[in-house]
């Protein structure tokens, strides 16, 4: 298997993992909208975020690493009881996981 075979094979690998952490990800920010006890859902929330990161770490994509690694923060940060995760800012977090699978899918240019 060639350099080029092996990126493009790696790629692909990261990009199914993007759509499904992704996926996790949007599942989880939505419910916690309502959620009478948020707590499951941001450790669900940090778990996706964390294996995104790590995904794109893998296949050298430092923007959606940093972006991962913003939104990972924050759950943590709320999972320790620093900060509520309100509308706003589930609109935020919403809004960067759209940039991340728009980076992912190679639309545009990484940031």
């Known amino acids: 298997m060639s350099t080029d075979d ?3 094979t790696m790629l692909e690998l990261f990009r199914e993992e993007a759509d499904t952490q992704l996926g996790a990800l949007a599942e989880a920010l939505v419910a916690l909208e309502t959620a009478a006890e948020p ?3 941001l450790d669900d929330l ?3 975020a964390h294996s995104m990161k790590g995904a794109a770490r893998i296949v050298g994509l430092d ?3 940093k972006l991962a690694h913003s939104a990972e923060d924050i759950f943590v ?3 320790r009881g620093e900060l509520q995760i309100g509308a706003g ?3 935020v977090l919403l809004t960067t996981s759209d940039l991340i699978g728009a980076i992912a899918r190679g639309e545009g240019e990484p940031l």
């Open 39 to 41: 707590r499951a859902l």
């Open 63 to 65: 923007p959606v690493v």
């Open 77 to 79: 940060a709320a999972l």
């Open 6 to 8: 092996f990126d493009t």
């Open 89 to 91: 800012a589930v609109d």
């Open 46 to 48: 940090m778990r996706a």
